[in-house]
Nanobody, 132 residues
Framework: QVQLVESGGSLVQPGGSLRLSCATN????????IGWFRQAPGKEREGVSCMSNSDGSIYYADFVQGRFTMSRDDAKNTVFLEMNGLNPVDSATYYCAAQGPFYRANERTVRRMCLEPEISTWGRGTQVTVSS
């Protein structure tokens, strides 16, 4: 069963940092590409970062490149999104998502996931608010 549970969202000051976690299981990590998406009130959903289930390829949206880092801890079956230099425009509900199944996702696969998603399972989201 695909399982995704986000956590770590909170209120943070501009310029601050935050790490989001996506707790999942071994089956999901081995079989699906994992991505982070966000949606703010009145705005469309945006792909933030998407990661392969095989070769470690990661796609980052232009608006977060250099500030956000996606990683994983397979021993804990957890995927992370480290966010630095946060701006008020980063305020949104952040969702973890799984797409697949894939035998071996590559760079093209994860880029497509973030830009043209066909998500299999969504997490319920965690709220990030960047404000003074």
């Amino acid at each position: 069963q695909v399982q995704l549970v986000e956590s770590g969202g909170s209120l943070v000051q501009p310029g601050g940092s935050l790490r989001l976690s996506c707790a999942t299981n071994r089956f999901t990590l081995e079989t699906y590409a994992i991505g982070w998406f966000r949606q703010a009130p009145g705005k469309e959903r945006e792909g933030v970062s998407c990661m392969s289930n095989s070769d470690g390829s990661i796609y980052y949206a232009d608006f977060v490149q250099g500030r956000f880092t996606m990683s994983r801890d397979d021993a804990k079956n957890t995927v992370f999104l480290e966010m630095n230099g946060l701006n008020p425009v980063d305020s949104a509900t952040y969702y973890c998502a799984a797409q697949g199944p894939f035998y071996r996702a590559n760079e093209r696969t994860v880029r497509r996931m973030c830009l043209e998603p066909e998500i299999s399972t969504w997490g319920r989201g965690t709220q990030v608010t960047v404000s003074s």
